[in-house]
């Protein structure tokens, strides 16, 4: 029961893992590095195994940093099937083609700038451009379902909701050698949309994703009050109201709870506008997945009404159109993206609106500090956005407590189910993932974070308290981010 992580481990983003099980040779995910530069560069990186000696891959959910290499992959040899559920299978499709389409986008821009410097040479090539996607995409077999088992090879994998996103999935693998689980990203318990993750199966080892091992969230309905006077607050002041958000998950929640306090008049009904067009794709899929979702939201959906448009809602799908807001007077809200303000059409609002005294940025995503978001909720009088110095008068709130990812105790909760597993720490900040070593071996766990280098026996190797040789102490901090949601 061999591993070796090919990312998420000491870091937050990047999962991938690749395993030798049952006389087969698996990856878990294969997602793309967010982050800073050297982070970045680590999608370039050869993978520590032949692509093309993959017997399968198998995918926990659609998020970019758990999907976002598979074209790549795919480029250098891999041509197995790709297993996971029916809803990740169309995010897939969304999320994969709006990131070719953002790469091939970035490497015009660069290559029209270095052409005026005669340094083109330094250009690099995009990762994967939209055929390289498409011939992904034909990979895909979406055969998982929740509660079901599917033979692979020699093992038995069986899908379990992980209550993230839609069709996230923790997996349950059976092989001669032992059983494995691996969580992917486990949900909130508070979300306003998922239903609750399901409890694992004992096991002989465990992958746990520990984004937000070291706190607990605020309670959602806390959370909702505090949205709903920030919002309030923000439309007295008569300017655009700024939501930065990420195309999956958040956007559908933060559309829910609009809608819900527009229409039980928490908040005034000014207009909404959606400026993303892969969160306007993405939504179309709660409709066709929506009994996944909680009872109340999905009971709305068979009733014929939709959850996730508030009645002032207009949805932008054109470059043209989103310009076109600089020029709207009075209060609005604008939900683009991207989460942490890094790119997308947020940057542009930004650009045109951070410097206003009567506008409103309202953060309801975890920004790393390193992110330009980062910088403005650290209070950063002057940012380049675009290659323009901005100022920063506008009002900045930070709501926390919509996030989608499973705090200390959801994750303690879950682990528990695991009986006597070896534990095993992934997807998480360094410090983060320390906290919740020292919880876990509290309970009397044993449990390791998992290296970012070479190979570990699932169920043999440990090291000295946990913590691998040469574990980085400060390489990610700051990174935490729910990546392509």
């Known amino acids: 029961m061999h591993l070796q992580s090919i990312g998420a481990a000491e870091t937050v983003t990047g999962s991938g893992h690749y395993l030798r099980l049952g006389g087969m040779e698996l990856l878990i995910d294969c997602g793309l590095f967010q982050g800073n530069d050297e982070l970045e560069a680590r999608n370039r990186a050869a993978f520590p195994f032949d692509p093309a000696r993959l017997d399968a891959v198998l995918l926990t959910h659609a998020h970019l940093d758990h999907v976002g290499r598979l074209p790549l992959l795919y480029k250098r040899g891999f041509r197995g099937p790709i297993y996971c559920t029916r809803p990740t299978a169309a995010l897939a499709e969304t999320v994969l083609l709006d990131s070719a389409r953002l790469q091939t986008e970035s490497h015009s821009r660069e290559l029209r700038w270095a052409r005026r410097s005669g340094h083109e040479a330094e250009v690099l090539e995009p990762l994967y451009e939209e055929e390289d996607v498409h011939n992904t995409l034909a990979l895909l077999r979406p055969q998982l379902a929740f509660g079901e088992t599917l033979q692979v090879g020699k093992l038995k994998v069986r899908a379990e909701r992980a209550g993230h996103i839609l069709g996230s999935a923790f ?15 486990l949900g909130n318990r508070e979300s306003g949309l998922q239903q609750d993750f399901t409890l694992p199966p004992d096991a002989d080892a465990v992958l746990i994703e520990t984004t937000y091992g070291d706190r607990t969230h605020r309670p959602l309905a806390q959370t909702v009050q505090e949205f709903a006077q920030v919002l309030s607050k923000s439309v007295r002041l008569g300017g655009k109201i700024l939501i930065p958000s990420f195309a999956i998950e958040r956007t559908q929640v933060i559309l829910y709870t609009l809608k819900h306090l527009m229409d039980s008049g928490q908040v005034p009904r000014i207009p909404i506008f959606l400026d993303s067009p892969m969160a306007a794709r993405a939504t179309n899929e709660y409709f066709e997945y929506g009994d996944e979702l909680r009872p109340e939201v999905r009971d709305l959906l068979r009733g014929g009404e939709d959850p996730f448009r508030p009645s002032t809602l207009h949805v932008v799908t054109t470059a043209q159109e989103s310009q076109r807001l600089n020029r709207y007077d009075g209060a609005a809200i604008i939900l683009a993206g991207n989460g942490m303000m890094t790119g997308g059409r947020i940057q542009h609002h930004l ?38 110095e901005i100022a920063v008068r506008a009002q900045v709130h930070t709501i926390g407590g919509f996030s989608a990812h499973a705090d200390q105790d959801d994750l303690l909760a879950w682990v528990e189910a695991t009986g006597k597993a070896h534990i095993w720490l992934v997807h998480g900040e360094v410090k983060v993932m320390e906290t919740f070593l020292g919880v876990l071996e509290g309970q009397g766990r044993v449990a390791d974070i998992m290296p970012k280098e070479g190979s570990v026996d699932l169920q043999t190797t440990h090291f000295p308290g946990g913590r691998p040789p040469g574990l980085a102490q400060d390489e990610d901090r700051g990174q935490r981010a729910e990546a392509g949601e």
């Not at 997996?171 to 990203?185: H, I, N, T, Y």
């Not at 650009?351 to 950063?380: D, F, M």
Request: charged fraction near 25%; glycine fraction near 12%.
């Open 171 to 185: 997996l349950v693998l059976d092989a001669p050698e032992g059983r494995v689980v691996f969580s992917g990203d």
């Open 351 to 388: 650009k045109h609106q951070l410097w206003k005294p009567t506008t409103s940025l309202v953060v309801v995503s975890y920004q790393s500090p390193s992110s330009l978001g980062g910088r403005i909720v650290e209070g950063a009088k002057e940012v380049r956005i675009m290659g323009e």
